[in-house]
T-cell receptor
């Protein structure tokens, strides 16, 4: 299994531009988490999907952020318009259910820099 | 909401010394997980503890879950340079939603 795959690995953009981060889950997993990591705030949960349905989006900073899960294996996190304070590493993690529940598998992250 | 705290924030040790990080939750946890993140890397799952008072070992790492299920610890015996990284504990918020502690960053001096 290839694990959780995120793209792009690095993104540098200018303030005001739209950013789209992508995540492919591990086959068979049904939970998807988007986390943001910064030195100041650590690992913050942005949104959590279960069976393609957003369960908790209370961590989404504001309306500029949106996340979708169009199918069971893929998700996108969009920031529009981006701001310098959005600079962070964005991690996607997937998890299973039943006997697979518990462990989260993280992707390698997307490092976003907004100038 | 639930809060998960960790101490210390940073720890510098000489190679061969022991290291311990502590995790405390504001609420009773059904289980707790530990993750390790190497510099520049992503969090990697280490272990999950479920039972009150549970102790689990992985080679030089010893994980403990408190009797009240509100605290946990990770102890590394005789640290090595490969132990460098940030260690996070994570507790369930609800469902499969996990809240991560701020982490303890370990540096090991050779």
């Amino acid at each position: 299994d290839a694990g959780v795959i995120q793209s792009p690995r690095h993104e540098v953009t200018e303030m005001g531009q739209e950013v789209t981060l992508r995540c492919k889950l591990i086959s068979g997993h049904n939970s998807l988490f988007w986390y943001r990591q910064t030195m100041m705030r650590g690992l913050e949960l942005l949104i959590y999907f279960n069976n393609n349905v957003p369960i908790d989006d209370s961590g989404m900073p504001e309306d500029r952020f949106s996340a979708k899960m169009p199918n069971a294996s893929f998700s996108t996190l969009k920031i529009q318009p981006s701001e310098p304070r959005d600079s962070a590493v964005y991690f996607c993690a997937s998890g299973g259910s039943g006997v697979l529940a518990g462990e989260l598998f993280f992707g390698e992250g997307s490092r976003l820099t907004v100038l | 909401g639930q809060q998960v705290m960790q101490i210390p924030q940073y720890q510098h040790v000489q190679e061969g010394e022991d290291f311990t990080t502590y995790c405390n939750s504001s609420t009773t946890l059904s289980n707790i997980q530990w993750y390790k993140q190497r510099p520049g890397g992503h969090p990697v799952f280490l272990i999950q503890l479920v039972k009150s008072g549970e102790v689990k070992k992985q080679k030089r790492l010893t994980f403990q879950f408190g009797e009240a299920k509100k605290n946990s610890s990770l102890h590394i015996t005789a640290t090595q340079t490969t132990d460098v990284g940030t260690y996070f504990c994570a507790g369930p918020n609800y469902g499969q939603n996990f809240v991560f502690g701020p982490g303890t960053r370990l540096s090991v001096l050779p």
